[in-house]
């Protein structure tokens, strides 16, 4: 257990409006993740973190934003919801194991927009 | 640029049958190699791991070679049960990128 946990764990929302997701950790790991799950697609990344106020886009970005503040927490936001952002949503941290490293994911947001 | 490929399910095995769920991938360098496994409901749990090249990961009678030859981390299992039904994910990771690649996911089904 990575100790993270994502709120809200399932949200319904209009589209148009906005929406932010937060996931929070408790072990002071650097990096931190958001992922979208979809069936076909697996899991595609949105955007990582590699430190406070240290962002960078993945794969699938567009409409979506980040900040991170704190060590702890990683806020996603997508600013005007659309029914093509329906999705479960995780968050995860990578930790160095040896010489490799590993990522650990929280157990997911689930959101619909109608 | 990087890419995970895994065989599509699902698959669906008797107890106690034989598993092997393929895996190939393509990267520059020498990526570490996973396997996470996701219940019903719930976030992905990493399952097991290789860093090098012929290395074996194992845990929960899982196992899974790192053949850099055949670009392949297949997973097997000698034995399944009804528990282990999930989806299962290869994926990669290459130093320095920070990112982590996962394949699409396959569904497994065991059926007592």
Redesign the interface.
């Known amino acids: 257990d990575a100790g993270i946990t994502q709120s809200p764990r399932h949200k319904v929302t209009e589209t148009g409006t906005p929406v932010t997701l937060r996931c929070h950790q408790t072990e002071n790991h650097r ?1 931190m ?1 958001w992922y979208r799950q979809d069936p ?4 595609r ?1 949105i955007h ?1 973190s ?1 430190g406070v106020k240290d962002t ?1 886009k ?1 794969e699938v970005s567009d409409g979506y934003s980040v900040s991170r503040s704190k060590t702890e927490d990683f806020l996603l936001t997508l600013e005007s919801a659309t029914s093509s952002q329906t999705s479960v949503y ?1 968050c ?1 941290i ?1 930790t160095r194991d040896g ?10 947001t689930r959101l619909t927009v109608t | 640029g990087n890419s995970v490929t895994q065989m599509e399910g699902p698959v669906t095995l008797s107890e106690e049958a034989f598993l092997t769920i393929n895996c190939t991938y393509t990267a520059t360098g020498y990526p570490s190699l996973f396997w996470y496994v996701q219940y019903p409901g719930e976030g992905l749990q990493l399952l097991l791991k290789a860093t090098k090249a012929d290395d074996k990961g194992s845990n929960k009678g899982f196992e899974a070679t790192y053949r850099k030859e055949t670009t392949s981390f297949h997973l097997e299992k000698g034995s399944v049960q009804v528990s282990d039904s999930a989806v299962y994910f290869c994926a990669l990771y290459t130093s320095g990128t920070y990112k982590y690649i996962f394949g699409t996911g396959t569904r497994l089904k065991v059926l007592a």
């Open positions: 990096y993740y076909g697609h697996g899991l990344l990582y590699y960078d993945g995780f995860a990578s010489s490799s490293y590993e990522q650990y994911f929280g157990p997911g």
